[in-house]
C-alpha cells in the first residue's frame, strides 16, 4: 500500500484515523483496534459466511490478547443478508446492552448496517473488511432501505479500517469484480465534476480531486490479473476504494466519486432491478455502476464531437421548461411513490431559469473548446470502459443485469431526475441535446445498436 497516499488521505479525513491494508493484517487487528479505542472492550459483527472467513479469527485473536469481548453478533447467511432498517433497530438493539466497540467484519451491507446502528448508539467502529466490493468503507453514510425506501442515511465512517489481503483475494470473484467496476466509475464521475466546475456550477476542490483522481489510471489498470486473483492487482483496487472513501470524507459529499454513473445505478436500486426476490442474490452496486459508466461514456462521445461554441442559446431558452413543466415532466416520467417525489424534490433543486439558463450557456460558449479537450483528456471511451470491465469479470450491458432495451435506453432522460448534482445528463439537457444524442447511440452504427441487434 501506497502509505505517503493513505496518510496524506487521513489528513484530510473527519472520522477515519486508521487504515491497515496488507497480506496477513488479521494478527494486527488487536493492535489496530488499541490504536484508535485502547483498552475498551469489542464485539465483532458479523454474518455467517463473513464470520467463518475472517470474523471467528479476529474473535480469537482479540480474546488472545487479554481484550475484554462480548459475544458476537452473528446476522444469517443465507438468504443474503439485505441493508433493511429492521436489521439496523435489532442491532442497536443489542449494542445498547453493553458498552462495546462493535467491529464489522464483512463488506458493502454489513459495513452499513454496523455504521448506522453505531452511530444510533453514540458510539464509533472498527471494520475488518472481506472483500474489495465497494468504496463505502471508508465512505460517511449508509446505504439503507426504510419503509421500502433506499436512501443514504447519516453516519461517520468508521475510526479503523483493517484489510487483510489474504482474505480479499480469496473472496467470491463477483464481489472483486463489483469492486472494480465501482472504481472505473470515477473515471465518468471525474469528467462529470469538470463539467460542473467548468460551468461554476460546482468548484473542484483539487487536493481532493488528486486523491482519488491521480492514481485511478494506476489502480484500475490490472483488471486481467485482478480477475485471475494476482495479490498486488487486488491491493491496487482495495487501496482505491478506500481512497475514494476517505475522498468523500473529506469533500463531505459523495461528488469526488459519484457522477451520473452512479445516477444510473440509483434509479435501478430503487426501481428494484436485481434485487434477488427469488432467491438469487442481489445484483452489485458495482456492476450497475459498472453498465452505467459504459452508458455515460458513450454519451460523452456524442456530446464531445459536438462544437457547442456555436450553441444557438436564444433557440434553446425559448423551449426551456417552466418549473410547473419540470415537475410535470418527473412525474409522467416516475411512478413509485417515494422515488417521485425525491426526483421532484431533486429536479426542482437544481432548476434555473431561461434568464439563467442564456448566461449558463454563454459561459459554456465560450469556455467549450477547452472544456472539451479537458473533458476528453479525463475519459476513457466507452470501448476501453467495456473491455476492461469485460477482463475483470462485470457485466457490461443491460441485458446482463436483467434490464430491457426499452428501460434502458430512458434512464438516459430519467436519471437525470433524481439526483440534483450537476452532471453530463444536465449538460445536454440543458443544451437541448439529449434526446437526439441519444437516438444517435441506438441508431443503426451506434454504440449501442450492435447490441441491441445481436
Ligand atoms: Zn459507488
Known amino acids: 500500500m501506497d502509505d505517503e497516499r493513505i496518510n496524506a488521505a487521513l489528513r484530510d479525513a473527519t472520522d477515519t484515523q486508521n487504515v491497515t491494508i496488507g497480506a496477513g493484517m488479521l494478527t494486527s487487528v488487536n493492535e489496530v483496534f488499541g490504536q484508535s479505542f485502547g483498552d475498551q472492550p469489542a464485539v465483532v459483527v458479523a454474518d455467517e459466511n463473513t464470520f467463518a472467513v475472517a470474523g471467528e479469527e479476529v474473535r480469537q485473536r482479540l480474546q488472545e490478547a487479554g481484550r475484554t469481548l462480548v459475544d458476537p453478533y452473528v446476522f ?147 483488471p486481467n490479473e485482478l480477475h485471475a486473483g494476482d495479490r498486488q492487482a487486488t491491493e491496487q483496487l482495495i487501496e482505491g476504494l478506500i481512497m475514494s472513501g476517505l475522498g468523500i470524507q473529506a469533500h463531505q459529499s459523495s461528488r469526488p466519486a459519484s457522477g451520473s454513473e452512479h445516477q444510473f445505478s440509483h434509479l435501478w436500486e430503487m426501481e428494484g432491478l436485481g434485487h434477488g426476490d427469488h432467491g438469487e442474490p442481489p445484483l452489485s452496486h458495482g456492476f450497475k455502476v459498472g453498465v452505467g459508466s459504459v452508458a455515460i461514456a458513450a454519451l460523452y462521445e456524442r456530446v464531445l464531437q459536438r462544437d457547442l461554441s456555436t450553441l444557438d442559446i436564444e433557440a434553446v431558452c425559448r423551449t426551456w421548461p417552466t418549473r410547473a413543466e419540470v415537475e410535470q415532466a418527473v412525474r409522467a416520467a416516475h411512478t413509485i411513490p417515494g422515488l417521485v417525489e425525491n426526483a421532484v424534490t431533486e429536479s426542482l433543486a437544481k432548476y434555473i431559469s431561461a434568464d439563467q439558463l442564456a448566461q449558463r450557456l454563454a459561459l459554456l460558449r465560450e469556455r467549450w473548446p477547452e472544456q472539451r479537450e479537458r473533458v476528453a483528456g479525463q475519459l476513457m471511451t466507452a470501448d476501453q470502459l467495456r473491455a476492461m470491465l469485460q477482463a475483470a469479470g462485470c457485466p457490461t450491458s443491460p441485458s446482463e443485469i436483467g434490464l430491457s432495451w426499452a428501460e434502458f435506453e430512458a434512464t438516459y432522460s430519467r436519471a437525470q431526475m433524481i439526483r440534483r448534482r450537476y452532471t453530463i445528463l444536465d449538460l445536454a439537457t440543458e443544451t437541448g441535446i439529449l434526446a437526439e444524442c441519444v437516438d444517435e447511440l441506438f441508431a443503426p452504427g451506434g454504440f449501442w445498436a450492435r447490441d441491441v441487434a445481436s
Open 76 to 222: 444469517p447467511g443465507q438468504p443474503t443478508l439485505y441493508a433493511d432498517y429492521q436489521n439496523i433497530v435489532a442491532l442497536a438493539e443489542a449494542l445498547r446492552v453493553h458498552e462495546t466497540i462493535p467491529v464489522a467484519v464483512g463488506s458493502g451491507t454489513l459495513n452499513d448496517i454496523v455504521k448506522r446502528a453505531a452511530y444510533e448508539c453514540d458510539r464509533p467502529y472498527m471494520v475488518v473488511a472481506t472483500a474489495a466490493s465497494m468504496d463505502g468503507y471508508t465512505a460517511f453514510g449508509a446505504s439503507i432501505t426504510k419503509e421500502g425506501y433506499k436512501q443514504t442515511m447519516t453516519c461517520p465512517a468508521p475510526k479503523a479500517v483493517l484489510a487483510d489481503l489474504d482474505v480479499l483475494v480469496h473472496a467470491p470473484p463477483k464481489m472483486t469484480a463489483s469492486g472494480y467496476a465501482d472504481l472505473l466509475g470515477k473515471v465518468t464521475a471525474g469528467a462529470d465534476w469538470l463539467i460542473a466546475d467548468a460551468l461554476e456550477v460546482e468548484k473542484i476542490e483539487p487536493q481532493v480531486w488528486s486523491l482519488v483522481q491521480d492514481p485511478l489510471r494506476e489502480w484500475t489498470g490490472k
